[in-house]
């Protein structure tokens, strides 16, 4: 295994990190399973792709790819606490919904972004310290959150819906709050493969959920999550260890047609150890 | 401070209403028992008190907040978050972006208070502590939430005798310094009568005593059995025993 596939591990790592930490937030925070990581993080990478092919620079690109997302991320949680759809059903409408929106928006399956600039270069240690600052600006805020008084209530409404209410906390705001976040950061994601790639598909959001709840699943499986400290570190842990694996795998010989089969192998093989355990999924 | 007037609940499939023509006025700091069979009615009325269950006809009115103390303790309490969070997050009524550990002192002070030890827990997830130390936390909880109205269903009757004489105790010294307004379900005859300025007794949904007072005080365990196994009996010659449903 070279040192050009590690440190490929570890970028691409990085930005699967992000989608890891989309997932965690509605899942362990909020108990809610939200699937629309495949819908959003494409949405994110279209958003992105069209802003830049019209001029944008590549940094206003970014937010803005994150707002567009984090709204599909509200409009999860309306759907969930107005219609009371189920939450894996909310994720799968929307997520297949975005699939059109996304080919309305770019007018196109695919925009080739080579001549359109932006954040990343051949310099692969420069690139993931680009994605560190802005992984770092987005998480650290997030855990300064978690420890105020609006972020023990938004924790509170995950764990024990029933004692929230009795305390006055809105199921509601927090829901959405915490929907938006995830949105983001799928946005975010999506926003940083399109402009390493420099190449956005229509198609790149399949599967991008099971390799995140594998990198989390995996994370905690490493570190738990019994502290605020460890469930937040759970997911970048998590990414990297992943990405090495897939790694390790393909430089032993796996068809790269395999790793989907290979991360739904890891993936049931991470809750089969914390059945054993004792531990819910 | 907290008013029913005739108020009726029905649930879909139950033959008969669960709450008939209830009718109870408190006044601030009033401390009121409530006893009755199982299915009597009585937590049916704490859940219309405190806004989990709409009343079919008839009107409440709550001149203040509602905290609860439950029977599951699980219920009640968040296990996995430490018990500084536990605490912390049931005294924010106006949450700010400012940091819960801010509190930290006064919690710890507030559970020294009791006397039992629990301070050394502070940081540790609630877990750790046995049921009857949780709901201890839990009584604590509701009695620093800021909130003037407390419902307490049957918050003791999980726990041992020592730990329930223990919390009883606590619970009404903090309602009485509180100033409180306080509802408690108890099936402790016992308790009902020691504690509290008011009694009410329930059966088949409506309210068949309601002392208070020089009556209360006056009242025996003994009595009061013999007054709720009259009405068990006349439900036995009724329906047979049990509701029916």
């Known amino acids: 295994m070279s040192v050009d596939l590690v440190l490929n591990g570890l970028q691409q790592g990085l930005i699967l990190a992000v989608i890891a930490y989309g997932i965690m937030i ?3 925070f909020l108990d809610f399973a939200d699937l629309t990581a ?5 949405l994110g990478g279209t958003i992105c792709a069209v802003c830049m092919s019209a001029g944008l620079y590549p940094a206003t690109a970014i937010p803005i790819s994150m707002v567009g997302a984090g709204i599909m991320g509200i409009c999860t949680a309306v759907i969930y606490l107005k219609f009371r759809i189920n939450s894996m059903l909310a994720g799968v409408i929307l997520s297949t919904m975005a699939y059109s929106v996304n080919l309305r928006i770019m007018g196109k399956p695919n925009i080739a972004l080579f001549d359109c600039g932006g954040f990343f270069n051949a310099n692969i240690v420069a690139n993931m310290l680009i994605i560190t600052v802005l992984l770092a600006s987005c998480i650290i805020p997030f855990a300064v959150f978690l420890r105020t008084d609006f972020g023990l209530r938004f924790r509170a409404v995950g764990l024990n819906p029933g004692l929230a209410k009795l305390q006055g906390i809105s199921i509601k705001k927090y ?17 940083l493969i399109v402009q390493l790639q420099n190449y956005m598909d229509v198609g790149i959001g399949v599967g991008i959920l099971i390799h995140g709840l594998a990198s989390l699943m995996i994370g905690e499986a490493i570190i738990g999550n019994a502290t605020l400290n460890r469930q937040l570190a759970a997911p970048l842990l998590g990414a990297l ?6 790694g390790i795998a393909l430089s032993l010989g796996l068809a790269p047609s395999d790793l989907k089969f290979f991360t739904g192998g890891i993936v049931l093989l991470v809750i089969a150890l914390k059945r054993k355990e004792g531990k819910a999924l | 401070m907290l008013s029913i007037t005739n108020a009726t609940k029905s649930f879909a499939g139950v033959f008969e209403p669960v709450l008939r023509d209830i009718n109870i006025s408190l006044r601030e700091g009033e401390f009121c028992t409530v006893i009755g069979a199982n299915g009597s009615g009585k937590s049916t009325l704490l859940k219309i008190i405190s806004g989990e269950h709409r009343l079919d006809s008839g009107e409440i009115c709550r001149n203040g907040d509602v905290s609860q103390v439950v029977q599951d303790v699980n219920k009640g309490t968040i296990p996995t978050m430490t018990m500084l969070e536990n605490i912390a997050m049931s005294r924010m009524k106006t949450p700010r972006f400012s940091f819960y550990k801010r509190h930290r002192n006064e919690i710890i002070d507030k559970i020294s208070s009791l006397n039992i030890g629990l301070e050394r827990f502070i940081d540790q997830p609630l877990s750790v502590l046995s049921g009857g130390q949780r709901q201890t936390i839990a009584t604590l909880m509701a009695m620093n939430s800021g909130r003037k109205i407390l419902l307490l269903d049957e918050h003791t009757s999980a726990l041992d005798p020592k730990m329930q004489r223990l919390l009883m105790e606590y619970t009404a010294k903090s309602v009485r310094e509180l100033g409180l307004t306080t509802i408690m379900i108890t099936h402790n005859m016992e308790d009902a009568i020691k504690y509290g300025n008011r009694l009410i007794m329930m059966h088949r949904g409506r309210i068949v005593t309601d002392l208070n007072g020089h009556e209360k005080s006056e009242l025996k365990v003994q009595s009061l059995l013999e007054m709720f196994h009259k009405f068990e009996d006349q439900n036995l010659l009724h329906n047979g025993g049990g509701n029916v449903r």
Do not use: K
């Open chain 1, 26 to 28: 509605p899942f362990r």
């Open chain 1, 38 to 42: 495949d819908g959003a993080y494409p």
């Open chain 1, 175 to 191: 829901t959405i709050l915490g929907l938006f976040i995830a949105g983001c950061m799928f946005g975010l994601a999506g926003s």
């Open chain 1, 241 to 246: 260890v992943y990405q090495q694996v897939q």
